[in-house]
């Protein structure tokens, strides 16, 4: 069961042998099977396949938090970043001697991503804490916010993780306005 409500803010089937969708805003999924230009495929999932939704991607964030390099701050910081076509990238935080060349856990994720190929993304989840326990929601700092802006639309969601779950904020909501290429740069 991938949950109706869930579906409802772009969740995705994924696994192999099976093309993933975005399913689109306000529709219901079907559970498995829309494809990319609408249809219902069938068989709906192959073996293996699963359904992402925000509570899996907010696991895989908390295991990625376990992976930050933190020997300064010892604040860890963990990502998952869901690709439209159904991958998710990890990321951690990475910290450095000299402090300004530390890489948010954020930033890791994008940038594995975009070197893989990349460039269509539905969502992330972040979560954070000293020593990797979390106290409180984590918002993404404005380095990062301003990374999602260069390859995520207004409707890109931010899973912010917090010791009861998560909030679910736009990338529109965490930016507002923001400087966008393609309003700025064309
Ligand atoms: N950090 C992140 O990984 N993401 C953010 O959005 C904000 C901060 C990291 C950087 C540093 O290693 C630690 O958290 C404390 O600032």
Do not use: W
């Not at 991607?57 to 970043?81: F, N, R």
């Not at 954070?128 to 409707?155: L, N, S, W, Y």
């Not at 998560?166 to 306005?177: C, F, G, S």
Request: proline share 6%; aromatic share 10%.
């Amino acid at each position: 069961d991938c949950g109706r409500e869930l579906c409802k803010r772009n969740c995705v089937n994924v696994g192999a042998g099976y093309q993933p969708a975005r399913v689109p805003k306000g529709q219901n999924c079907t559970g498995f099977g829309l494809a990319a230009d609408g249809r219902v495929t069938d068989p709906p999932l192959q073996k293996g396949c699963m359904i992402m939704t925000p509570e899996k991607l907010v696991e895989l964030a908390k295991e990625a938090m376990t992976h930050a390099y933190v020997p300064y701050s010892g604040y860890k910081v963990g990502a998952a970043l869901l690709c439209a076509d159904g991958t998710v990238y990890q990321g951690c935080n990475i910290e450095n001697a000299a402090y300004g060349p530390t890489n948010c856990a954020e930033r890791t994720a994008f940038f594995k991503a975009v070197y893989d190929g990349h460039r269509d993304f539905v969502s992330i989840a972040v979560c954070g804490g000293k020593d990797g326990v979390i106290t409180g929601g984590f918002p993404p700092c404005g380095v990062c916010r301003q990374v999602m802006r260069e390859f995520c639309e207004d409707d890109f969601i931010i899973y912010m993780i917090n010791p009861e779950g998560y909030e679910a904020k736009t990338l529109a909501e965490l930016l507002p306005y923001s400087f966008k290429a393609s309003e700025h740069m064309a």
